[in-house]
């Protein structure tokens, strides 16, 4: 069982070569998806369904060539289906604040649902072992750093909060209710809550399995392009979630004469170096801009073999983990390999069993297991692209 992420800034080629992995996967004969999380999904134009499109039917899983199907989530019926109890309070909330309630409808698509829907069928297609591999194709960076650290927000949301607002609802809500004239969540809206966690159990430790999950950022030899991608590198360290390559797409031909297309070549040629410096030593795959956009199955066929040429697209690609917890001497230290940052912009704090890490504008929250939340003291110190953060002594004792 294999999940590969394809992630990276609008525009790159993730859905091209998600296809093109999904492609190429099936015709070894794995059983594979291609999910889409792109709102303004294409994976059914990139595979010019053509007849096909009549029985296509959007937020079902749906084949399109031997071993290979496709998914593309509808939010319509994922709010029919998973979160009826829960929309159907927050549309109530929306509507008495005197928002109408067609607008109440629509707002009341709660943030990140789409991307919770997608975690559910991930897990679902893992518990039942439907697949031999998932291929997500992501919405652009912002979006997709969002989703990845969903499951550890929902943790720390029924950890946190839910207790005591279940609790407050109980008994200050009917008051509340009468005297603000809101409505108050009742022991159903908090079921489904409940429900919706429990469907979610363990995908969180399925996305930072290296064994399982691996993220392939796709980028272009772009100034612009190429910071994002280090962006997204960081972030995906710092979830816990291995980055198995990088997916350098677009590269003019070297045999390009036109001069016109002469200086373009020498940026993206010094582009390239200061990629493989930057992200080495995870690979760096090379695919040439083709001479026309890519669709429909031949296409797709040939940007797969760009890729990969002879590699098995399942294989995890660099073999290192992000995210290591060790004992020495005595004393824990987590490691966490981050790139791209200097000493001075991390920041670490520890509230009870809680350590956040906030780099420049990221933010992550870690539940720290017992032996290391009891610690008397926390440090961090650099070497080479991993922070070492050390656990010393134990607080009670
Ligand atoms: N190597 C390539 N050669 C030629 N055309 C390409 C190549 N890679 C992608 N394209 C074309 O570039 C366009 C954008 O690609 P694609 O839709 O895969 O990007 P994306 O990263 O998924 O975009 P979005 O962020 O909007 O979802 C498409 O028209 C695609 O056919
Ligand atoms: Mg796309």
């Known amino acids: 069982m294999r999940i590969i992420f394809f992630a990276g800034k609008g525009g790159v080629g993730k859905t091209s070569i998600a296809a093109a992995t999904g492609i190429k996967s099936s015709l070894m004969g794995y059983k594979t998806i291609i999910i889409s999380l792109d709102a303004a999904h294409s994976l059914s134009d990139i595979f010019d369904l053509g007849e ?5 039917h959007k937020g079902k899983a749906f084949q399109v060539l031997d071993n290979l199907f496709i998914q593309e ?10 979160w ?3 929309y159907k309070y ?10 109408d309630e067609i607008l109440a409808e629509e707002l009341s698509i709660i943030p990140g649902m789409e991307e919770v829907s997608l975690l559910f069928y991930i897990n679902r297609y893992v518990k039942e072992n439907t697949y031999d591999v998932i291929i997500l ?3 652009p960076t912002g979006e997709a750093l969002r989703f990845i650290s969903i499951p550890t927000a929902l943790e720390w949301y029924m950890k946190k909060l839910f207790r005591m607002e279940k609790t407050l609802a109980k008994y200050v809500g009917p008051l509340a209710e009468r005297i603000y004239n809101i409505p108050v969540p009742g022991e159903r809206y908090f079921d489904a809550v409940a429900d919706l966690f429990g469907k979610l159990k ?7 399995n290296p064994r399982i999950t691996t993220v392939r950022l796709v980028t272009n030899p772009e100034k612009i392009v190429l910071k994002e991608t280090q962006r997204a590198f960081m972030y995906f360290c710092l979830n816990r979630i291995s980055i198995d390559a990088i997916i350098m797409n677009r590269i003019l031909p070297e045999d390009i004469k036109d001069p016109y297309f002469l200086n373009w070549r020498k940026d993206q040629l010094s582009r390239m170096k200061e990629a493989e410096n930057l992200f080495s030593p995870v690979p760096v795959f090379r695919v040439k801009l083709f001479d026309g956009e890519i669709f429909g199955t031949d296409r797709l ?9 002879g590699i098995d697209p399942l294989d995890r690609l660099y073999k290192d983990e992000p995210y290591k917890i060790i004992k020495e001497n005595g004393a824990y230290q987590m490691i966490i390999k981050l790139p791209f940052i200097t000493r001075e912009n991390v920041d670490l704090k520890r509230i009870s069993d809680e350590l956040i890490i906030r780099i420049g504008g990221m933010k992550r929250n870690i539940l720290l297991p017992r032996h290391l939340a009891d610690a008397k003291t926390i440090e961090a110190k650099y070497k080479g692209q991993d922070l070492f953060i050390s656990f010393k002594g134990e607080q009670n004792g």
């Open 202 to 208: 363990g995908v969180d430790e399925v996305l930072v």
């Open 73 to 82: 989530l509808d939010i319509q019926e994922e709010l029919e289906k998973n």
């Open 84 to 86: 009826g109890e829960i």
């Open 301 to 309: 066929r040939q940007l797969s073999d760009e890729i990969y040429k």
């Open 90 to 99: 927050f549309s109530s909330l929306l509507n008495t604040t005197g928002i």
């Open 137 to 139: 194709d992501c919405a």
């Open 52 to 56: 096909g499109l009549f029985d296509y």
